[in-house]
Protein backbone atom coordinates (compact mmCIF):
# COMPACT_ATOMS: atom_id res chain seq x y z
CA UNK A 1 0.00 0.00 0.00
CA UNK A 2 1.31 3.57 -0.96
CA UNK A 3 -0.27 6.37 0.64
CA UNK A 4 -0.05 9.61 -0.17
CA UNK A 5 -0.43 13.22 2.31
CA UNK A 6 -0.53 16.42 1.06
CA UNK A 7 -0.53 19.54 4.11
CA UNK A 8 0.52 23.19 3.91
CA UNK A 9 -3.21 24.57 2.72
CA UNK A 10 -4.77 27.56 4.14
CA UNK A 11 -6.20 31.05 3.69
CA UNK A 12 -4.21 33.46 2.06
CA UNK A 13 -4.62 37.20 0.78
CA UNK A 14 -3.87 37.58 -2.30
CA UNK A 15 -0.41 38.81 -3.25
CA UNK A 16 0.72 36.06 -1.01
CA UNK A 17 2.37 32.72 -0.58
CA UNK A 18 2.00 29.00 0.50
CA UNK A 19 4.24 26.42 0.46
CA UNK A 20 2.51 22.77 -0.02
CA UNK A 21 4.70 19.75 0.85
CA UNK A 22 3.25 16.20 -0.06
CA UNK A 23 5.16 12.83 1.54
CA UNK A 24 4.32 9.48 -0.16
CA UNK A 25 5.31 6.66 1.80
CA UNK A 26 4.68 2.96 2.08
CA UNK A 27 5.56 -0.28 -0.06
CA UNK A 28 7.48 1.99 -2.69
CA UNK A 29 10.04 0.66 -5.14
CA UNK A 30 10.81 3.77 -6.61
CA UNK A 31 8.93 7.20 -7.30
CA UNK A 32 9.65 8.50 -10.87
CA UNK A 33 7.68 11.48 -10.54
CA UNK A 34 5.47 13.66 -8.53
CA UNK A 35 3.51 16.22 -9.09
CA UNK A 36 0.24 18.96 -8.13
CA UNK A 37 -2.97 19.53 -9.75
CA UNK A 38 -5.91 21.48 -8.87
CA UNK A 39 -9.47 21.55 -9.13
CA UNK A 40 -11.50 24.62 -8.01
CA UNK A 41 -14.95 24.71 -7.66
CA UNK A 42 -17.36 23.34 -10.55
CA UNK A 43 -13.89 22.64 -13.05
CA UNK A 44 -12.23 19.96 -14.09
CA UNK A 45 -9.13 19.43 -12.49
CA UNK A 46 -5.80 20.65 -14.21
CA UNK A 47 -2.54 20.03 -13.68
CA UNK A 48 -0.59 22.33 -11.90
CA UNK A 49 2.96 21.34 -11.69
CA UNK A 50 5.07 18.44 -12.36
CA UNK A 51 8.80 16.88 -11.78
CA UNK A 52 11.21 14.00 -13.00
CA UNK A 53 13.15 11.72 -10.19
CA UNK A 54 15.77 13.34 -12.65
CA UNK A 55 14.68 16.80 -11.63
CA UNK A 56 12.82 18.04 -15.16
CA UNK A 57 9.78 20.31 -14.51
CA UNK A 58 6.77 21.29 -16.37
CA UNK A 59 3.98 23.70 -15.30
CA UNK A 60 0.94 25.36 -16.16
CA UNK A 61 1.07 28.67 -18.02
CA UNK A 62 -0.80 29.88 -15.47
CA UNK A 63 1.44 29.60 -12.68
CA UNK A 64 5.05 29.86 -14.64
CA UNK A 65 7.12 32.12 -13.17
CA UNK A 66 4.73 32.46 -9.32
CA UNK A 67 5.07 29.15 -8.43
CA UNK A 68 7.94 26.49 -8.12
CA UNK A 69 7.91 22.91 -7.81
CA UNK A 70 11.14 20.58 -6.09
CA UNK A 71 11.75 17.09 -5.31
CA UNK A 72 12.91 15.41 -2.24
CA UNK A 73 13.82 12.34 -4.16
CA UNK A 74 15.47 10.32 -1.01
CA UNK A 75 12.45 11.06 1.09
CA UNK A 76 9.82 10.32 -1.90
CA UNK A 77 8.41 14.17 -1.08
CA UNK A 78 7.43 17.03 -3.36
CA UNK A 79 7.02 20.77 -2.53
CA UNK A 80 4.77 23.47 -4.33
CA UNK A 81 6.08 27.64 -3.37
CA UNK A 82 3.29 29.06 -4.51
CA UNK A 83 4.04 33.14 -4.75
CA UNK A 84 2.02 36.25 -6.07
CA UNK A 85 -1.15 34.32 -4.77
CA UNK A 86 -4.54 35.50 -6.77
CA UNK A 87 -8.33 34.39 -6.16
CA UNK A 88 -8.14 32.25 -9.08
CA UNK A 89 -5.78 30.15 -7.27
CA UNK A 90 -8.33 28.85 -4.90
CA UNK A 91 -9.25 25.35 -5.35
CA UNK A 92 -8.49 21.85 -3.73
CA UNK A 93 -4.52 21.33 -4.77
CA UNK A 94 -4.13 17.27 -4.99
CA UNK A 95 -0.67 15.46 -4.51
CA UNK A 96 0.27 12.89 -7.22
CA UNK A 97 3.10 10.35 -7.45
CA UNK A 98 4.26 8.12 -10.21
CA UNK A 99 5.84 4.90 -9.58
CA UNK A 100 5.88 1.12 -9.03
CA UNK A 101 6.09 -1.46 -5.87
CA UNK A 102 7.64 -4.31 -5.68
CA UNK A 103 5.69 -7.81 -4.51
CA UNK A 104 6.78 -11.65 -5.20
CA UNK A 105 9.24 -10.91 -7.33
CA UNK A 106 7.23 -8.58 -10.02
CA UNK A 107 7.34 -4.70 -9.85
CA UNK A 108 3.93 -2.74 -10.53
CA UNK A 109 3.53 0.64 -12.08
CA UNK A 110 1.12 2.92 -10.64
CA UNK A 111 -0.01 6.41 -9.91
CA UNK A 112 -1.38 7.33 -5.97
CA UNK A 113 -3.33 10.65 -5.30
CA UNK A 114 -3.90 12.20 -2.15
CA UNK A 115 -6.71 13.67 -0.46
CA UNK A 116 -6.14 17.40 -1.35
CA UNK A 117 -5.57 20.34 0.62
CA UNK A 118 -7.51 23.30 0.42
CA UNK A 119 -6.10 26.43 -0.93
CA UNK A 120 -7.78 30.15 -0.64
CA UNK A 121 -7.01 33.25 -1.62
CA UNK A 122 -9.06 36.15 -0.70
CA UNK A 123 -9.04 38.97 1.58
Known amino acids: QVQVVESGGGLVQPGGSLRLSCAASGSIFSINAMGWYRQAPRKERELVAT???????NYAVSVKGRFRISMDNANHMVYLQMNSLTPEDTAVYFC?????????????????WGQGTQVTVSS
Open 96 to 112: SAEGSTYYSGTYFADRW
Open 51 to 57: ITSRGST
